[in-house]
């Protein structure tokens, strides 16, 4: 099992919808948690760093983390078609080594 | 651009031949880290350097492979003997110090025929 489970998708949606991405993990150690997007042949962009439980919001992207459940989520609100990537959950114990999920892919159809 | 460099970009290579990348942090930037991303799949840990110091290698970090940050600023990450599952994207990311954001570069995509 790995520590970090995450649906590679495609996910698909209209322009203007809410997108609801989601992470498990299992390692009740991971103190940080980071959603990260990646463009096709990019290196990955950080979006979003917590840490520790509760929700963080900028501009159109929430992430909320609930470690009871140990489960993440980042939501994207009037989706856009740039927003079309690869988006990679992230977690860490101690914030130097990250453990990546394996990302889902996300289309946003103008 | 004040960002996180890696050259080179690309990289082809025949089986059982030496490589080496480079990487550049950001400025002031005290910790260094490589990833290796393959087709589908998220980035994975392969080590990191706090200053010239190489604290932490992950197992994926065969004896083929090795690291080096030596004067505390660049780094290279020399693979030897290239194998055909060396093929991937090598990642190299930076952050100022423990529990900071790590910005990463935009990778060196190697192939090994």
């Known amino acids: 099992q790995k520590e970090v489970e995450q649906d590679p998708g495609p996910l698909s949606v209209p322009e203007g919808a809410i997108v609801s991405l989601n992470c498990t993990y299992s390692?009740?150690?991971?103190?940080?948690f980071m959603w990260y997007r990646q463009y096709s042949r990019k290196g990955p962009e950080l979006l979003m760093y917590?840490?520790?439980?509760g929700n963080k919001e900028d501009g159109r992207f929430t992430a909320q983390v609930d470690k009871s459940s140990k489960y993440i989520s980042l939501f994207i609100r009037d989706s856009q078609p740039s927003d079309s990537a690869t988006y990679l959950c992230?977690?860490?114990?101690?914030?130097?080594?990250?453990?990546f999920g394996s990302g889902t892919r996300l289309s946003i159809r103008p | 651009d004040t960002g996180v460099s890696q050259n080179p970009r690309h990289k082809i290579t025949k089986r059982g031949q030496n490589v080496t990348f480079r990487c550049d942090p950001i400025?002031?930037?005290?910790?260094l880290y490589w990833y290796r991303q393959t087709l589908g799949q998220g980035p994975e840990f392969l080590t990191y350097f706090q200053n010239e110091a190489q604290l932490e290698k992950s197992r994926l970090l065969s004896d083929r492979f090795s690291a080096e940050r030596p004067k505390g600023s660049f780094s290279t990450l020399e693979i030897q003997r290239t194998e055909q599952g060396d093929s991937a994207m090598y990642l190299c990311?930076?952050?100022?110090?423990?529990?900071?954001?790590?910005?990463f570069g935009p990778g060196t995509r190697l192939t090994v025929l």
């Open positions: 990311a930076s952050s100022f110090t423990e529990g900071d954001e790590q910005f």
């Open positions: 400025s002031e930037h005290n910790r």
């Open positions: 917590t840490y520790s439980s």
């Open positions: 992230a977690m860490s114990s101690s914030a130097s080594k990250i453990i």
């Open positions: 390692n009740s150690a991971f103190q940080y």
